[in-house]
């Protein structure tokens, strides 16, 4: 392919990008919102000791005495890790949103979507209101522990030296843990129908949780509790809000 070619693919694909920003922006605030908010809440606590595990393995590759500020800090970045997870994410939302937009799109069916995003707003309530959250868990119970442990078994080889192409394996292994945030912000991505939006959907999620997995990698448990305690103050506000907007889309498409 010619530099002229590549680079009108790749603006085609940009501009297809801004359309459906602009088109479904809503969707897309409310996943990179989930994100943020669950990232403290829910992520740091579930994902933290998988980023913690990398850099101990990294430090006692290297001892810290001899790496420089910028190596440490990469490290404990592990971004390599969580390119890998967003990679996994945004693949099981362009998947979920193209299997539920032809499924959506057969008669009978066009409820679909409706009740994909209705799922997902009482799902971000039972995150937000006490008393509800109780049923949210017992989304996961035995598959999560069945399809966790196998997949936990996949990536433990790559503990052993999780830089590089490892450190970026290991992330889209781990992106498969099952876990009851990820199967409601897969519901929204869902929802939407197009695999693109899916996809963009999904990887705000994951941008989302990175800055709590970073102050947890960056800084150990004292930061990513101190961050957690600063938004879990806002938390159940946000997710009621997210919860209204996904609920209002939902209203919107009966309309």
Known sequence: MDPHSALSLLEAGLNQCAVVIDRDG???????TAGLVGGSTHCAGMCGPFVLAQITARLEQVPASRMSEFHRLAGAAVLPYHLGRGTTYTLIGAAA??????????????WLSVALLAFAALFFLGYAVKGLSAWVPKLDGAFQRWWGDRVSRLARPLFGNPTGWRGYALGLALGFIPCGLLYGAVAVAAASGSALTGALGMAAFALGTLPSLLAVGLAGHLAGRTWRAAVARAAPVIMVVNAGVLGWMAIRMIG
């Open 26 to 32: 809503g969707l897309l605030v409310a996943l990179l």
């Open 97 to 110: 949103a193209a299997v539920a937009g032809h499924v959506g799109a057969l008669p009978g069916l066009k």
